[in-house]
């Protein structure tokens, strides 16, 4: 489990020693271009002079290649403020609890809650639990009217068994009469505990599971 923001974040920028390695060797490289091109002219043949046309195009390469490198540097610097704004953003989410829109929901001692809302009403609903493989670990009917329902799940296989504390998905289907499929959506609700930085973008961890600002959908108290 990644540990909790507190005071300070320091996110590690690898990328910017890569630029600074990228410099360097051209620095090394272009003085010892200097070096051959300074001994090439010190060596000519003075009733036939070299070229100029040539170094003047390694010359202009070289600057082009550093400018690439300057701005490549300015580039993930920007983007090194931006992670640390958006982690700073998204400490503002830490002990709220929000509503998770994907479907997912943390199983915690034998318990997982979820809500979901049928378009409207259904001849027949069901109901399908996936632990995080996508495996099917429970199936069951649901509710048939149309609106907001609440699922809890105890845990437990179709065959009884226990499963253990982890992340769950559940899918929600639905049929009129008609055999038409309803709309339907899925949410569930946890608290914010800590947020992860640790891939660049900040994850919100909610019991046993992560999941990015996109999956929220309603911030509460």
């Known amino acids: ?82 992670t640390t704004q958006a982690g700073t953003y998204a400490a503002a989410y830490l002990g709220r609890t929000v509503s998770v829109i994907n479907g997912q929901a943390s199983l915690s001692g034998g318990a997982a809650n979820w809500t979901y809302t049928l378009g409207a009403t259904a001849a027949n609903t069901g109901l399908t639990v996936t632990n995080s493989a996508g495996q099917v670990v429970f199936t069951g009917p649901g509710e048939t009217a149309s609106g907001s329902h609440a699922f809890a799940w105890n845990g437990k296989d179709n065959n009884g068994n226990a499963l253990p504390d982890g992340v769950y998905k559940l899918n929600v289907t639905g049929a009129d009469t008609a055999s038409n499929k309803i709309a339907t959506s899925v949410a569930s609700a946890g608290l914010v505990s800590q947020i992860d930085l640790t891939g660049g973008a900040p994850q919100f961890v909610i019991g046993t599971m992560e999941v990015s600002l996109g999956d929220i959908g309603a911030i509460g108290h």
Not at 44 to 58: G, K, V
């Open 1 to 82: 489990m990644p540990t909790p923001i507190t005071g300070t974040t320091a996110i590690p920028t690898p990328a910017a020693n890569s630029s600074s390695n990228a410099m360097s060797q051209l620095s090394s490289n272009f003085s010892t271009f200097l070096t051959l091109l300074t001994s090439q002219l010190k060596n000519q043949d003075p009733t036939s002079p070299m070229d100029s046309n040539q170094f003047t195009q390694q010359l202009v390469m070289y600057s082009q290649v550093e400018q690439q490198i300057d701005t490549n540097s300015n580039l993930k610097t920007l983007i090194g403020q931006g």
